[in-house]
């Protein structure tokens, strides 16, 4: 009932004026709820997804931190398990952003004043989420479901976030002027679902635990042979590739289809809004360099927040 609905709605506004909060890159509040820092146009999303999403054994999640390559992973996943139903030259990721193929659950699904209907959607269903694997909701843990979790060199993604979050239009609020300002912050793991080595602590364990429920990705390693990401992701999803399909060039023509050169020049990725972000479609996609971070962070900065990474990945075996 919309009287129920609102109701959840203040209960959730009067809880969130209690957590702790931080300034965003983009200006506008995080707020830490339970060990994450989540941004003000995700937290209510977050917290309904966390108590309302019911998990089936077919769906597949895509986690990471936001700038880590989630728009790829979309393109990539989608053209993956829809292969049989679309050929690449009618792919919807033509005429459609990957971020409205496969939607996030905090800032999209659950945002909104309705819980979403996703009973209806054909399985395998795909969703995506920046949540840390520990709050999951519990039925996505205990079901059968496929996670993907994809990661990136934490300096690069710092990066890629600053520039992100000077993109976005938000009302009263006035975007962070130098990437200096809210470095320290970034330092206590202060920043959009951070704590960065939280996050990918989360799935790196859940993935050594439980290799067959938990893939975990790259950035990195996607980009210097998209091939054998690509044949690991289909392996990953019980979707192998035939030996016929190798054959006929279908890894290829899905890497090309995904591609960055060829997604960020698409009319529909080039123009349009993101509303569930508040920024247009075209900043999902900037340059897509390895180490570009060297032109935005000083090398004594990078060197401090690589420390703090490594300390806090010690004796995990995940490095960067
Ligand atoms: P840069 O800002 O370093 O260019 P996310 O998709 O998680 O928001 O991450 C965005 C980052 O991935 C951006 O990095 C963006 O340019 C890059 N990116 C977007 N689409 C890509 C693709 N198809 N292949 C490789 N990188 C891509």
Known sequence: SSNGERELKDEIQGLVASFPSEKNWDGAPLYFYKGVWYP???IRGALSFQQHFI???TDIILA???KSG??????LTFSVVNRNIYSPKESPLLTTPPHELVRFFEMDLYSKNQLPDLKQLPSPR????????RTLPQSIRDSGCKIVYI???PLDQLVSYFHFARKFKRENVKPLSSIDEGFDNVCLGIQSYGPFWDSVLGYWKASLERPDKVLFLKYEDLKEDITFSLKKLAEFLVLPFSEKEEKEGVIEEISKLCSFDNLKDLEVNRTG???SAGAPNSTFFRKAKVGDWCNDLSPSMAECFLKIVEEKLAGSGLSF
């Open 126 to 133: 795909i969703f995506s989420s920046h949540s840390h694997y």
């Open 151 to 153: 990661c990136r060199n």
């Open 64 to 66: 990471s931190m936001p």
């Open 55 to 57: 998990a089936q054994d």
């Open 70 to 75: 989630t728009t790829w992973l979309k393109a």
């Open 273 to 275: 809004f993101f509303e």
């Open 40 to 42: 003000v146009f995700a």
